[in-house]
């Protein structure tokens, strides 16, 4: 019911994206890199640990 109630309101809810910014690149994955940036279907391909990176977001205007 809760959902429905959102919905009226215009609100979404949206599923939690780790990583910040923008997708820039899949990179060989390092002791202290983040294990929630980890991506496993190029880890399950390629048999060795791939990781996500991002970059910061450019080009995007916030008003307060």
């Known amino acids: ?3 429905v109630f959102l919905m009226y309101e215009g609100a979404k ?4 994206k780790s ?3 923008e997708f820039a ?3 060989n994955y390092v002791v202290g890199d983040d294990p929630r940036k980890i991506n496993w279907r190029q880890t399950a ?3 060795e640990v791939m990781t996500n990176e991002y970059e910061p977001e450019h080009g995007k205007y916030i008003t307060i």
């Not at 809810?13 to 939690?16: D, E, F, N, S």
């Open 19 to 21: 990583g910040f910014g």
């Open 1 to 3: 019911m809760r959902n």
């Open 45 to 47: 391909k390629l048999q």
């Open 13 to 16: 809810v949206r599923k939690y």
């Open 25 to 27: 690149k899949i990179r």
